[in-house]
């Protein structure tokens, strides 16, 4: 069992940053493949961020956000950059078992992750 907890969301005018973090509990959370996914009103949740053998990216966000984790301190960051409008949403932390034969890809789907955290809001203004 895993817990997720986001923090580090807020207001921030375009063009600035934000850096989400994600504590887990659990002590084998260098096990885990893990994800940020959003979901803006109105919007299904769609894939941003994961880490696992490598890191891959939304085309969206590619270029602006970089995920990273420290196993250490059982935690995954999401550094967000040149923050648009657009990027406003909720941002979910997830946790992910790793599938025996999957790729990286199989983990930009939110239907294959285990655990999740409750959110937090990200707020972007023009």
């Known amino acids: 069992q895993v817990q997720l907890v986001e923090s580090g969301g807020g207001l921030v005018q375009a063009g600035g940053s934000l850096r989400l973090s994600c504590a887990a509990s659990?002590?084998?959370?260098?096990?885990?493949?893990m994800g940020w996914f959003r979901q803006a009103p109105g919007k299904e949740r769609e894939f941003v961020a994961f880490?696992?053998?490598?890191?891959i990216y939304a085309d969206s966000v590619k270029g602006r956000f970089t995920i990273s984790r420290d196993n250490a301190k059982n935690k995954v960051s999401l550094q967000m950059n040149s923050l648009k409008p657009e990027d406003t949403a909720v941002y979910y932390c997830?946790?992910?078992?790793?599938?025996?034969?999957?790729?990286?890809?199989?983990?930009?789907?939110?239907?294959?992750?285990?655990?999740w955290g409750q959110g937090t809001q990200v707020t972007v203004s023009s």
């Open positions: 880490s696992g053998d490598s890191s």
């Open positions: 997830a946790a992910a078992i790793p599938r025996l034969g999957s790729n990286n890809y199989y983990y930009t789907r939110s239907s294959n992750y285990d655990y």
């Open positions: 659990g002590r084998i959370f260098s096990t885990y493949f």
